[in-house]
């Protein structure tokens, strides 16, 4: 059994696939204390809960049991929150290996993923199942509930989305700064979201090394600053060649 652990610890993959970029983000803003990760794919997350902070009082409601291909929009791949003071501020991100699987009204889907439309019912219009309360418990928000409770994420008034594609940049150790900034900007120019973000695998052990662009009303945002930074902090503890 030794030299299976052994060869399995000096082992390096050539592939990471999407479950790698999944991978990427949400460890990444797994450091974070500015934003929170309302839902993130495995590994690292769940496919079925999405977790939502209230502005006004920081509790946690949770969706769950979500759709996972509805009609004419996508469950989005990650999603992550920023409280902007009264603002709920939510980033959804759709994820792909390949730069190519791009399609240029990602945006518009993901935002439908919460927005809804005529023969979907979004996430937004759904009741909350389950809150957590000052103790860390979840509770159960039972169909008796005040609607304030169970609806309060319909009702709110300040939601503000934006919306973002991510994916491997190749060769998967690329540093060229100037080349990767060239698939993000295309990646902007070619689609409708707000950000664009990709990763590369570096050094002998494959540490993700993030990078990310967004188009000018996206750079504006609070959302971005928090990103930003977050991503700093974690490329800083890793040596790019």
Not at 33 to 52: A, L, Q
Not at 132 to 150: A, F, I, L, T, Y
Request: proline share 6%; net charge negative; aromatic share 10%.
């Amino acid at each position: 059994m030794t030299p299976s652990i052994d060869k399995l610890r000096e082992f390096t993959p050539k592939r990471h696939g999407e479950q790698g970029v999944d991978a990427a983000i949400h460890g990444a803003i797994e450091e974070s204390t500015e934003i929170h990760e309302v839902f993130c794919n495995p590994p690292g997350g769940s496919w079925t809960e999405f977790d939502i902070i209230h502005p006004s009082d920081g509790e946690i409601s949770q969706w769950d049991h979500i759709p996972r291909r509805p009609p004419r929009v996508k469950r989005p791949d990650q999603v992550f929150q920023y409280l902007d003071g009264d603002t709920l501020v939510l980033l959804t991100i759709e994820s792909k290996y390949d730069a190519s699987d791009l399609t240029s009204d990602i945006g518009s889907r993901l935002v439908g993923y919460f927005e809804g439309h005529e023969n979907y019912t979004g996430l937004r219009e759904r009741p909350c199942w389950h809150k957590k309360d000052s103790r860390g418990n979840w509770k159960v928000v039972s169909e008796e509930s005040p609607k304030e409770q169970r609806y309060w994420f319909r009702d709110y008034p300040n939601v503000e989305y934006w919306s973002g594609f991510m994916f491997a940049n190749s060769p998967l150790d690329m540093t060229d700064e100037n080349e990767i900034d060239a698939a993000l900007d295309s990646t902007l120019s070619d689609s409708d979201v707000d950000v664009a973000l990709s990763v590369s695998w570096v050094e002998e052990h494959q540490y993700p090394i993030l990078y990310a662009r967004g188009t000018d009303e996206f750079r504006k945002s609070a959302m971005s600053t928090a990103l930003r930074e977050s991503l700093d902090a974690h490329n800083s503890d890793i040596e790019i060649p």
